[in-house]
Structure formats: structure tokens, C-alpha cells
């Protein structure tokens, strides 16, 4: 097995892991997520299907690299985004956090907020280990995995450099030299 598929393989192993802790949580705990939460998962199911099909077929024309970094820095992006909304860093958007200012509406608006408002809000923290919640571990996690894409494109850039490239004019002799020996 070649460095990059090691590597392709942990992170493929890691997001199958976080996805699968996630569906514990929410159908054997019953701690449902928020639309953040549910937002944060596509990066991983992404990475999920990109690793399985170069792992599978490998000369297949993807790119995974590329890809599996442009999906950690959006995981790392949502997590991060949605640790500060539960930290109080910054609102999140209001149709995912609690009803703010609730003097100022009307009887009618109230009840619109609320009957908008979703039951898991993305400003509650359901749930934390060692006092980092779900989105918080998530955020480190994907941290982790853009690094080692990040070193692993590096890696494979400087493997492509320490191979030499045949040069047209040694591909001409080995072409002649094949023919002199069918003939």
C-alpha cells in the first residue's frame, strides 16, 4: 500500500467514524441535530465517497486531494462557524437559534417565531465531552484531517518531482528497440 492510500484511507476511516457517531448519537441517544449539525455531515459523507472510489479504482481519473481538502476546509469552516454560534462567539442565522428579543414582537410574530424555530436550536449544546460539545470536537477533528490532506498533497508533489520523467528521446529508442526485437 503506497503512502497516499494510507492516508486517503485514514481519512476515510476518520469522517466513517465521525459519521457514525453522529447517527448513534441521533437514533440511539435520541440527541437530534440542528440544521448546522446536519450541514456539517456532508463534508464527511463527501469524503466518505470520493476515498471509497479511488481506494477501490485508483487510476480511475479522481483527484481526490484536491477534493478531499476542499471538503475539510468546508467541514472545518461549518464546525468552526457552528462552535462559535454555541459559544456565543456570534448569532447564528435566526431560523436555527432561539428567539432573540422577544419584547419587541408581537403576539402574531411571536408565534410565527416560534412555530419557525426548529425543536434542536444551533445554540444549544446537547451534549459535550471534557466541555467541548459535538460541533467543537468536530472542528479539531476536521483540523486534523485538512492537515494531513495538506501533507499529503505535499507529499505527493514532491514524489512526483523525485520521479524523472522519461524523455521523449529515451521513449523513441525504447519504441525502436521494441520493434527491432517483433520484427
Not at 462552535?83 to 410565527?112: A, D, V
Not at 412555530?115 to 479539531?140: H, Q, R
Not at 495538506?150 to 514532491?158: A, M, R
Request: net charge positive; hydrophobic share 45%.
Amino acid at each position: 500500500i503506497t503512502l497516499v492510500k494510507l492516508k486517503i484511507s485514514f481519512v476515510l476511516l476518520s469522517s466513517t467514524s465521525l459519521l457514525l457517531i453522529a447517527f448513534y448519537f441521533q437514533y440511539f441517544e435520541s440527541l437530534y441535530p440542528c440544521k448546522l449539525c446536519v450541514l456539517q455531515r456532508v463534508p464527511h459523507v463527501l469524503s466518505v465517497i470520493v476515498s471509497t472510489i479511488y481506494l477501490l479504482r485508483p487510476n480511475n481519473g479522481v483527484k481526490p486531494i484536491f477534493l478531499l481538502g476542499c471538503f475539510m476546509l468546508s467541514g472545518t469552516f461549518l464546525s468552526g462557524y457552528h462552535s462559535g454560534i454555541e459559544l456565543n462567539f456570534w448569532n447564528g442565522f435566526s431560523s436555527c437559534t432561539g428567539i432573540k428579543n422577544i419584547q419587541t414582537l408581537s403576539p402574531e410574530n411571536l408565534l410565527e417565531k416560534i412555530l419557525e424555530t426548529p425543536v434542536t436550536k444551533c445554540d444549544e449544546i446537547l451534549w459535550s465531552l471534557f466541555g467541548m460539545s459535538m460541533a467543537t470536537w468536530n472542528f479539531f477533528i476536521s483540523i486534523i484531517l485538512l492537515v494531513v490532506v495538506i501533507l499529503l498533497s505535499k507529499i505527493k508533489e514532491t514524489l512526483n518531482r523525485l520521479t524523472p520523467s522519461p524523455s521523449k528521446e529515451s521513449l523513441a529508442n525504447y519504441h525502436e528497440d521494441s520493434l527491432v526485437g517483433i520484427f
